[in-house]
């Protein structure tokens, strides 16, 4: 079975500081990772996907992630935020079906 | 890219009817198709997943009888909440499965807000 765990609920950061929301994993079996955005009272958006080769994963809207199987993690990063970046990020890995994160509320701060 | 659409985006029912939601993937073919749902403030739970001319798989816990799923052709499922009551109330969310080589990707629609009075 999976599971994934991120470690925050909520971050605060101002705008065009650097950001980083983490997510832990665990599988028995090979997985692939995800990390979606979902604004309020809308869907969710794929903003990038770990498949296999480079660990580092460049993803939309700036964002990339780094695959460190060591460690089981799959934390996204942003170098510098904008207000427009304030959503809800969820981690999620993929087995035999998709297991979702708690989620992560990223408050961009003017 | 790959798009899915849900109709209706929002709902408002009486306790004891039943209401039906539509998950279109629009500009490709999906065998399988996932509903979830989400409570304010927490992450998504599957409910069931649902695969083109056979029976749903519901997750442990879900009410096949209540939530109804039919995936009919391969660009539309549809999920019946049967008899509904103020806790089914909730945002409900379907994704759409594509495959592209050995990967299956989920791809999502953008959600139904239902709220029962």
Redesign the interface.
């Known amino acids: 079975a999976q599971s994934v765990t991120q470690l925050d609920s909520q971050v605060p950061v101002f705008e065009e500081a650097p950001v980083e929301l983490r997510c832990n994993y665990s599988s028995s079996v090979s997985v692939?990772l995800f990390w979606?955005v979902q604004y309020p009272?809308?869907?969710?958006?794929?903003l990038l996907?770990y498949?296999s080769g480079s660990t580092l994963v460049k993803g939309i809207n700036g964002f990339e992630a780094e695959f460190n199987k060591s460690q089981t993690s799959f934390h996204l990063r942003k170098p510098s935020v904008h207000i427009s970046d304030t959503a809800e990020y969820?981690c999620a890995v993929?087995g035999n079906?998709?297991v979702?994160?708690?989620?992560t509320i990223l408050r961009v701060k003017s | 890219g790959a798009v899915v659409s849900q109709h209706p985006s929002w709902v408002i029912c009486k306790s004891g009817t039943s209401v039906k939601i539509e998950c279109r993937s629009l500009d490709f073919q999906a065998t399988t198709m996932f509903w979830y749902r989400q409570f304010p403030k927490q992450s998504l739970m599957l409910m069931a997943t649902s695969n083109e001319g056979s029976k749903a798989t519901y997750e442990q816990g879900v009410e096949k009888d209540k939530f109804l799923i039919n995936h009919a052709s391969l660009t539309l499922s549809t999920l019946t909440v049967t008899s509904a009551h103020p806790e089914d109330s909730s945002f409900y969310i379907c994704s759409a499965q594509r495959t592209s080589g050995r990967l299956d990707t989920q791809y999502f629609g953008p959600g139904t807000r239902l709220t029962v009075l």
């Open positions: 692939y979606y009272n809308q869907g969710l958006q794929l996907k498949l969820f993929s079906k998709l979702f994160g708690a989620g």
